[in-house]
């Protein structure tokens, strides 16, 4: 039997699946750092500043990972067919009944599933509920990098609640980013 070789995915849409995975790595390592500061120096204070340069690591990986979501957000408006969210999202008869069918083969129950290029359903539902969540983590990062600028206080307050809210969200959120790399890692090598 003789395969095809399809490419589902753009230049652009491999770039920003890099680009989100290493900026994952790297906020959470020094989400982790920023949040618990392990290290100490017996270096002078202006000579040695470990927790600001792992806040400075942190933003520079936070504005790569806002430059990824806009990047994503422009495919999933205007990229290819297997890029564009309507073709993935459970909103036709057609994706909804294959939302079923690869639930079932997930669960064993059915040999049948939808065999396309690109993303099934059911990873397309998570994946754009990832895409929201990293929605929620940008606005809540920049909330509070700049809780004294007007507008995001404004819009922090009103989404967010005060900072200390949006801080216990920020970090609930990178919680389901480890467990979304665990299980997409799982799917990708296992499946």
Known sequence: MR?????AWSVLLRLFHWSFALSVVVLVTTGFYINFPWTNTMLEGGRSFPV??????????AFVFTAAILARLYLLLFGNRQERFWDFLPITPKNIANLFKTIANCLYISDKYDRRPGHNTLAGTF??????????QVLSGFYMLYPENVVWQTWGLWLLGPLQHARYLHYLIMWYFIL????????????
């Open 127 to 136: 994946y754009i509920v990832t895409f929201i969540m990293a929605l929620v």
């Open 52 to 61: 600001a340069t792992m806040f400075y690591i942190h933003f520079i990986a």
């Open 180 to 191: 979304f790399a665990f299980i997409h890692l799982y799917i990708v090598v296992w499946t």
């Open 3 to 7: 395969y095809q070789q399809y490419l």
